[in-house]
């Protein structure tokens, strides 16, 4: 009898342990998630914008890399642990040559709190540069 007790707060002892290293992870968040850029010139040149990310966990975020849906966008972001409660940046870059009409792009960002990446994502319109006539 005195065995099956030890078995049992035993479990309740693993039950816990695992509970607590679970409520103890990084959570990422992003109060916008899509940035539409609107109707861009395409001899404008490249454009950017800057997501702002949130560690909502109790343990530091780290972003371990960032990859994009295309080669005509590139991502930067803060590469030092994010700690609990306090924000990183995400800087996507979008390259309209060539791309005109309607674009949509994802990013997907890998790290502690992201078991299949946290995506981003952009989208507007690209008017191709008029001709120059001779």
């Given at each position: ?10 479990c ?22 899509i ?7 395409e ?15 109790t343990t530091p ?9 295309c ?18 940046e995400?800087?996507?870059t979008f ?40």
């Amino acid at each position: 009898m005195k065995n099956w007790y030890r078995i049992c707060f035993l479990c309740a002892l693993m039950c816990l342990s695992a509970g607590s290293a679970f409520a103890q992870k990084a959570l990422i968040s992003c109060e916008k998630s899509i940035h539409n850029f609107g109707t861009i010139q395409e001899a404008d040149g490249k454009v950017s914008h800057t997501f702002v990310v949130k560690n909502e966990g109790t343990t530091p975020l780290v972003i371990a890399n960032v990859t994009a849906s295309c080669g005509c966008t590139t991502p930067e972001w803060t590469k030092e642990p994010i700690p609990s409660g306090q924000t990183g940046e995400v800087k996507v870059t979008f390259d309209p040559k060539n791309r005109p009409g309607n674009f949509m792009k994802t990013i997907r960002l890998y790290g502690n709190a992201m078991q299949n990446g946290f995506v981003l994502t952009i989208r507007g319109k690209v008017e191709k540069a008029e001709e120059v006539q001779e």
